[in-house]
Nanobody
Framework: VQLVESGGGLVQAGGSLRLSCAAS????????MGWFRRAPGKEREFVAG???????DYADSVKGRFSLSRDNAKNTVYLQMNSLKPEDTAVYYC?????????????????WGQGTQVTVSS
């Protein structure tokens, strides 16, 4: 199993970024997908997830600003991040879960990407 994130970078507050996560190695449509992030000095936290059936769930801190989608034909999920804030600065990780529904617990995910840095300047 391989998950490869892309799309991170440096952006000013109020700007947008779109992260992508390309998966390979097993049947993509059979897995829920999630995004987590880890800011310096903080624990990893759930950001957003999408079930096999494309039902989404978001952390309260990103609701209304982030949007998660999946393209099963391309084995890819996309995290559209709008109205970015300095507190969104973190390394963002894509993860895959064999469970049907989205879970916020990292222990529910059995495959992880290497992460992509997102930095939002004020």
């Amino acid at each position: 199993v391989q998950l490869v994130e892309s799309g991170g970078g440096l952006v000013q507050a109020g700007g947008s970024l779109r992260l992508s996560c390309a998966a390979s190695g097993r049947t993509f449509s059979s897995y829920a997908m999630g995004w987590f992030r880890r800011a310096p000095g903080k624990e990893r936290e759930f950001v957003a997830g999408i079930s096999r059936g494309s039902i989404t769930d978001y952390a309260d801190s990103v609701k209304g600003r982030f949007s998660l989608s999946r393209d099963n034909a391309k084995n890819t999920v996309y995290l559209q991040m709008n109205s970015l804030k300095p507190e969104d600065t973190a390394v963002y990780y894509c993860a895959q879960s064999p469970l049907v529904w989205v879970k916020v617990s990292p222990e529910s995910y059995d495959a992880w990407g290497q992460g992509t840095q997102v930095t939002v300047s004020s």
